[in-house]
Protein backbone atom coordinates (compact mmCIF):
# COMPACT_ATOMS: atom_id res chain seq x y z
CA UNK A 1 0.00 0.00 0.00
CA UNK A 2 0.89 3.92 -0.57
CA UNK A 3 2.25 5.63 2.39
CA UNK A 4 1.82 9.14 2.54
CA UNK A 5 4.01 12.27 1.38
CA UNK A 6 5.41 12.37 4.21
CA UNK A 7 7.63 9.39 4.11
CA UNK A 8 10.30 11.25 2.99
CA UNK A 9 11.19 12.14 5.92
CA UNK A 10 12.37 8.80 6.81
CA UNK A 11 15.00 9.61 4.79
CA UNK A 12 15.50 13.26 6.71
CA UNK A 13 18.21 10.94 9.08
CA UNK A 14 20.43 9.35 6.48
CA UNK A 15 23.92 10.95 6.97
CA UNK A 16 23.63 14.42 5.93
CA UNK A 17 27.69 14.89 5.43
CA UNK A 18 27.89 11.93 2.73
CA UNK A 19 24.57 13.57 0.52
CA UNK A 20 23.90 16.92 -0.81
CA UNK A 21 20.70 17.90 -0.01
CA UNK A 22 19.10 19.33 -3.15
CA UNK A 23 15.36 20.67 -4.32
CA UNK A 24 13.95 18.54 -6.89
CA UNK A 25 14.01 19.10 -10.40
CA UNK A 26 10.42 19.24 -12.23
CA UNK A 27 10.81 17.83 -15.93
CA UNK A 28 11.19 20.92 -18.11
CA UNK A 29 11.00 21.61 -21.79
CA UNK A 30 14.75 23.31 -21.43
CA UNK A 31 17.66 21.66 -20.42
CA UNK A 32 19.66 24.08 -18.82
CA UNK A 33 17.35 25.13 -16.23
CA UNK A 34 17.80 21.55 -14.58
CA UNK A 35 20.38 23.01 -12.61
CA UNK A 36 19.88 21.65 -9.16
CA UNK A 37 19.14 24.07 -6.27
CA UNK A 38 19.97 24.05 -2.83
CA UNK A 39 18.49 25.74 0.39
CA UNK A 40 14.68 26.91 1.09
CA UNK A 41 11.89 27.29 -1.06
CA UNK A 42 11.92 30.81 -0.22
CA UNK A 43 14.97 31.18 -1.46
CA UNK A 44 13.80 31.06 -4.82
CA UNK A 45 9.98 31.30 -4.66
CA UNK A 46 10.11 33.59 -7.62
CA UNK A 47 12.17 31.17 -10.53
CA UNK A 48 9.57 29.26 -12.26
CA UNK A 49 9.50 26.43 -14.90
CA UNK A 50 8.73 25.65 -18.33
CA UNK A 51 7.46 22.17 -18.69
CA UNK A 52 4.73 20.75 -22.00
CA UNK A 53 5.20 24.47 -23.28
CA UNK A 54 3.65 25.72 -19.91
CA UNK A 55 4.82 27.55 -17.44
CA UNK A 56 4.82 26.15 -13.63
CA UNK A 57 3.84 28.23 -10.02
CA UNK A 58 6.87 27.46 -9.34
CA UNK A 59 10.45 25.32 -9.03
CA UNK A 60 9.25 24.02 -5.74
CA UNK A 61 5.51 22.71 -6.38
CA UNK A 62 6.06 18.95 -7.70
CA UNK A 63 3.45 16.31 -8.41
CA UNK A 64 4.41 12.93 -7.03
CA UNK A 65 2.85 9.88 -7.89
CA UNK A 66 1.86 7.51 -4.54
CA UNK A 67 1.19 3.75 -5.79
CA UNK A 68 0.89 0.96 -4.00
CA UNK A 69 1.53 -2.81 -5.53
CA UNK A 70 -0.42 -6.01 -4.99
CA UNK A 71 2.04 -8.42 -4.18
CA UNK A 72 -0.43 -11.24 -5.31
CA UNK A 73 -2.21 -9.68 -8.38
CA UNK A 74 0.74 -7.64 -9.36
CA UNK A 75 -1.41 -4.11 -10.07
CA UNK A 76 -1.42 -0.85 -8.47
CA UNK A 77 -4.08 -1.45 -5.90
CA UNK A 78 -3.70 1.91 -4.52
CA UNK A 79 -2.98 5.19 -6.30
CA UNK A 80 -2.66 8.79 -4.98
CA UNK A 81 -1.52 11.90 -6.85
CA UNK A 82 0.38 14.56 -4.22
CA UNK A 83 1.02 17.90 -5.39
CA UNK A 84 4.26 19.38 -2.98
CA UNK A 85 3.70 22.78 -2.63
CA UNK A 86 6.90 24.07 -0.56
CA UNK A 87 6.23 27.72 -1.40
CA UNK A 88 3.17 27.60 -0.24
CA UNK A 89 3.73 24.71 2.67
CA UNK A 90 0.89 22.97 1.72
CA UNK A 91 0.50 19.22 0.45
CA UNK A 92 -2.78 18.07 -1.56
CA UNK A 93 -3.13 14.39 -1.85
CA UNK A 94 -5.62 12.87 -4.31
CA UNK A 95 -6.86 9.27 -4.27
CA UNK A 96 -7.74 7.72 -7.93
CA UNK A 97 -9.93 4.87 -7.32
CA UNK A 98 -8.03 1.73 -8.35
CA UNK A 99 -11.58 1.31 -11.04
CA UNK A 100 -11.23 4.48 -12.73
CA UNK A 101 -12.19 4.20 -16.47
CA UNK A 102 -9.53 5.31 -18.60
CA UNK A 103 -9.25 6.70 -22.13
CA UNK A 104 -8.52 3.69 -23.68
CA UNK A 105 -11.38 1.58 -21.95
CA UNK A 106 -9.43 -0.22 -19.34
CA UNK A 107 -9.37 0.62 -15.17
CA UNK A 108 -6.63 2.36 -14.05
CA UNK A 109 -5.29 -0.34 -12.16
CA UNK A 110 -4.17 -2.76 -15.45
CA UNK A 111 -1.80 0.30 -16.13
CA UNK A 112 0.72 -1.24 -14.18
CA UNK A 113 0.07 -4.31 -15.31
CA UNK A 114 0.76 -3.56 -18.56
CA UNK A 115 3.42 -1.18 -18.79
CA UNK A 116 4.81 -0.71 -15.34
CA UNK A 117 5.20 2.87 -13.96
CA UNK A 118 5.61 4.71 -16.85
CA UNK A 119 2.26 3.06 -18.21
CA UNK A 120 0.40 4.09 -15.01
CA UNK A 121 2.03 7.60 -14.95
CA UNK A 122 1.76 8.28 -18.60
CA UNK A 123 -1.70 7.52 -18.28
CA UNK A 124 -2.76 9.80 -15.44
CA UNK A 125 -0.99 12.68 -17.12
CA UNK A 126 -3.08 11.96 -20.49
CA UNK A 127 -6.36 11.79 -18.32
CA UNK A 128 -6.15 14.60 -15.88
CA UNK A 129 -3.67 17.01 -18.10
CA UNK A 130 -1.21 17.65 -15.71
CA UNK A 131 2.33 16.59 -15.29
CA UNK A 132 3.93 13.46 -13.04
CA UNK A 133 7.18 14.95 -12.01
CA UNK A 134 8.21 11.33 -9.71
CA UNK A 135 6.73 8.72 -8.40
CA UNK A 136 7.01 6.77 -4.90
CA UNK A 137 5.93 2.94 -4.59
CA UNK A 138 5.64 0.22 -1.85
CA UNK A 139 4.55 -3.49 -1.74
CA UNK A 140 2.69 -4.64 0.65
CA UNK A 141 6.08 -6.23 2.87
CA UNK A 142 7.24 -2.95 2.17
CA UNK A 143 3.96 -1.52 4.14
CA UNK A 144 3.79 -4.09 6.91
CA UNK A 145 7.81 -3.39 7.78
CA UNK A 146 7.03 0.44 7.73
CA UNK A 147 4.29 0.36 10.02
CA UNK A 148 6.12 -2.29 12.31
CA UNK A 149 9.14 -0.05 12.58
CA UNK A 150 7.37 2.78 13.99
CA UNK A 151 6.31 0.35 16.61
CA UNK A 152 2.40 0.12 14.99
CA UNK A 153 -0.59 2.48 14.88
CA UNK A 154 -3.31 3.01 16.78
CA UNK A 155 -5.71 3.63 14.51
CA UNK A 156 -10.04 3.69 15.15
CA UNK A 157 -11.12 1.16 12.63
CA UNK A 158 -13.90 2.94 11.62
CA UNK A 159 -16.45 -0.30 11.17
CA UNK A 160 -16.41 -4.02 11.59
CA UNK A 161 -14.69 -6.37 9.34
CA UNK A 162 -15.18 -9.54 8.61
CA UNK A 163 -13.69 -10.86 5.28
CA UNK A 164 -12.12 -13.90 4.17
CA UNK A 165 -10.19 -14.36 0.88
CA UNK A 166 -8.93 -17.99 0.78
CA UNK A 167 -7.31 -17.32 -3.01
CA UNK A 168 -4.97 -14.58 -1.64
CA UNK A 169 -4.51 -16.23 2.14
CA UNK A 170 -6.88 -12.90 3.18
CA UNK A 171 -8.44 -13.22 6.39
CA UNK A 172 -9.73 -9.56 7.66
CA UNK A 173 -11.17 -9.79 11.39
CA UNK A 174 -11.80 -6.22 13.24
CA UNK A 175 -14.27 -4.60 15.35
CA UNK A 176 -14.97 -1.22 15.11
CA UNK A 177 -12.87 1.51 17.26
CA UNK A 178 -9.97 2.58 18.78
CA UNK A 179 -7.07 -0.13 18.25
CA UNK A 180 -3.44 -1.03 18.14
CA UNK A 181 -2.45 -1.91 14.85
CA UNK A 182 0.46 -3.76 13.86
CA UNK A 183 1.95 -4.06 10.32
CA UNK A 184 -0.05 -6.65 9.41
CA UNK A 185 -3.23 -5.70 10.99
CA UNK A 186 -3.25 -2.28 9.31
CA UNK A 187 -2.46 -3.74 6.11
CA UNK A 188 -5.26 -6.03 6.21
CA UNK A 189 -7.51 -2.75 7.36
CA UNK A 190 -6.47 -0.83 4.69
CA UNK A 191 -7.59 -3.19 1.49
CA UNK A 192 -10.66 -4.07 3.62
CA UNK A 193 -13.52 -3.64 0.93
CA UNK A 194 -16.76 -5.12 2.25
CA UNK A 195 -17.67 -7.85 4.54
CA UNK A 196 -18.24 -11.76 3.52
CA UNK A 197 -21.97 -10.75 3.39
CA UNK A 198 -21.44 -7.86 1.34
CA UNK A 199 -21.89 -5.45 4.75
CA UNK A 200 -19.18 -2.98 5.95
CA UNK A 201 -18.95 0.49 3.95
CA UNK A 202 -22.70 0.61 2.95
CA UNK A 203 -22.20 0.04 -0.46
CA UNK A 204 -19.49 2.42 -1.21
CA UNK A 205 -16.88 -0.44 -1.28
CA UNK A 206 -14.16 1.41 -3.01
CA UNK A 207 -14.84 4.72 -1.86
CA UNK A 208 -14.99 3.39 1.81
CA UNK A 209 -11.97 1.84 1.80
CA UNK A 210 -9.85 4.85 0.13
CA UNK A 211 -11.45 7.18 3.13
CA UNK A 212 -10.23 4.83 5.40
CA UNK A 213 -6.84 4.61 3.87
CA UNK A 214 -6.45 8.06 4.00
CA UNK A 215 -7.08 8.44 7.61
CA UNK A 216 -4.57 6.00 8.23
CA UNK A 217 -1.98 7.53 6.62
CA UNK A 218 -2.81 11.05 8.38
CA UNK A 219 -2.67 8.96 11.42
CA UNK A 220 1.36 8.18 10.21
CA UNK A 221 2.23 10.84 9.35
CA UNK A 222 1.38 12.36 13.04
CA UNK A 223 2.98 9.47 14.65
CA UNK A 224 5.93 10.59 11.68
CA UNK A 225 6.12 14.16 12.75
CA UNK A 226 7.77 12.78 16.17
CA UNK A 227 11.44 13.03 15.26
CA UNK A 228 12.39 10.16 17.42
CA UNK A 229 9.91 7.80 15.52
CA UNK A 230 12.21 9.05 12.13
CA UNK A 231 15.48 7.13 12.83
CA UNK A 232 14.18 3.52 12.70
CA UNK A 233 12.54 4.02 9.73
CA UNK A 234 15.74 5.18 7.17
CA UNK A 235 16.64 1.78 6.55
CA UNK A 236 13.73 0.01 6.25
CA UNK A 237 12.53 2.63 4.03
CA UNK A 238 15.86 2.38 1.48
CA UNK A 239 15.09 -0.70 1.03
CA UNK A 240 11.52 -1.30 0.39
CA UNK A 241 10.75 2.03 -1.59
CA UNK A 242 11.39 2.62 -4.90
CA UNK A 243 11.68 5.89 -6.33
CA UNK A 244 12.95 8.41 -9.14
CA UNK A 245 13.68 10.72 -6.43
CA UNK A 246 17.55 10.97 -5.31
CA UNK A 247 18.32 10.89 -1.47
CA UNK A 248 19.36 14.23 -1.54
CA UNK A 249 15.58 15.29 -2.92
CA UNK A 250 14.27 13.63 -0.49
CA UNK A 251 16.05 15.08 2.35
CA UNK A 252 15.53 18.45 1.22
CA UNK A 253 11.32 17.11 1.17
CA UNK A 254 11.81 16.03 3.92
CA UNK A 255 13.06 19.45 5.51
CA UNK A 256 10.02 21.24 3.74
CA UNK A 257 7.59 19.27 5.21
CA UNK A 258 8.90 19.53 8.80
CA UNK A 259 8.33 23.40 8.26
CA UNK A 260 5.05 23.04 7.36
CA UNK A 261 3.68 23.33 10.67
CA UNK A 262 2.34 19.48 11.13
CA UNK A 263 -1.03 17.52 9.39
CA UNK A 264 -2.60 20.65 9.17
CA UNK A 265 -1.41 21.33 5.94
CA UNK A 266 -1.98 17.89 4.50
CA UNK A 267 -5.39 18.06 2.45
CA UNK A 268 -7.32 14.74 0.86
CA UNK A 269 -9.81 14.02 -1.68
CA UNK A 270 -11.12 11.35 -3.87
CA UNK A 271 -11.02 12.16 -7.93
CA UNK A 272 -14.88 12.87 -8.27
CA UNK A 273 -16.72 9.91 -9.53
CA UNK A 274 -19.63 7.39 -10.03
CA UNK A 275 -18.51 3.95 -8.61
CA UNK A 276 -21.44 2.53 -9.99
CA UNK A 277 -20.93 3.10 -13.86
CA UNK A 278 -20.41 0.30 -16.47
CA UNK A 279 -18.63 -0.03 -19.89
CA UNK A 280 -18.88 -2.83 -22.46
CA UNK A 281 -19.91 -5.35 -19.54
CA UNK A 282 -17.27 -3.70 -16.96
CA UNK A 283 -18.02 -2.35 -13.71
CA UNK A 284 -16.04 1.48 -13.47
CA UNK A 285 -15.56 4.52 -11.77
CA UNK A 286 -16.77 6.90 -14.03
CA UNK A 287 -15.51 10.01 -13.74
CA UNK A 288 -17.60 13.19 -13.58
CA UNK A 289 -15.78 15.57 -16.08
CA UNK A 290 -16.31 18.43 -14.45
CA UNK A 291 -15.89 17.83 -11.35
CA UNK A 292 -13.02 16.51 -11.92
CA UNK A 293 -11.44 19.82 -13.34
CA UNK A 294 -12.33 21.93 -10.57
CA UNK A 295 -10.59 19.74 -8.45
CA UNK A 296 -7.13 19.12 -10.82
CA UNK A 297 -7.15 23.37 -10.76
CA UNK A 298 -7.30 23.26 -6.83
CA UNK A 299 -5.47 20.77 -5.49
CA UNK A 300 -2.86 19.39 -8.70
CA UNK A 301 -2.41 21.95 -11.22
CA UNK A 302 1.04 22.83 -10.48
CA UNK A 303 0.92 25.34 -13.61
CA UNK A 304 0.71 28.91 -13.46
CA UNK A 305 -2.57 28.81 -15.38
CA UNK A 306 -5.94 26.63 -15.33
CA UNK A 307 -6.03 23.54 -16.97
CA UNK A 308 -9.10 22.99 -19.34
CA UNK A 309 -10.96 20.85 -20.25
CA UNK A 310 -8.87 20.25 -23.65
CA UNK A 311 -6.36 19.31 -21.36
CA UNK A 312 -7.87 16.26 -20.14
CA UNK A 313 -9.09 13.10 -21.75
CA UNK A 314 -11.50 11.65 -19.44
CA UNK A 315 -14.12 8.66 -21.26
CA UNK A 316 -17.75 9.27 -20.14
CA UNK A 317 -19.51 5.64 -20.24
Not at 99 to 107: P, V
Not at 127 to 133: A, N, Q
Request: charged residues 20%; glycine residues 8%.
Amino acid sequence: MTLLSLLFLTVAVVATVKYVVRAPEPVTDNEDQQTQQDGTAEDSDAIQTISNGRERKSKYCYNILLYGVDNDAGGSDTNMLMRFDAVNKTVDIVSLPRDTLMSNGHKLNSSYNNGGTEKLRSNIEDMLGVPVDFYVSVDLKGFIALIDQIGGVEFDVPCDMDYDDPYQDLHIHFKAGLQKLNGQQAMEVVRFRHNNDNTGYGGRQDLGRIGTQQAFLKTVAQKLMKLENVPAMAETFLKYVKTDLTLGNLMWLANQALSMGGTDAISFATLPGDGSGWYKGMSVYALDPEQVLEMTNSMLNPYATDITADDQNILVP
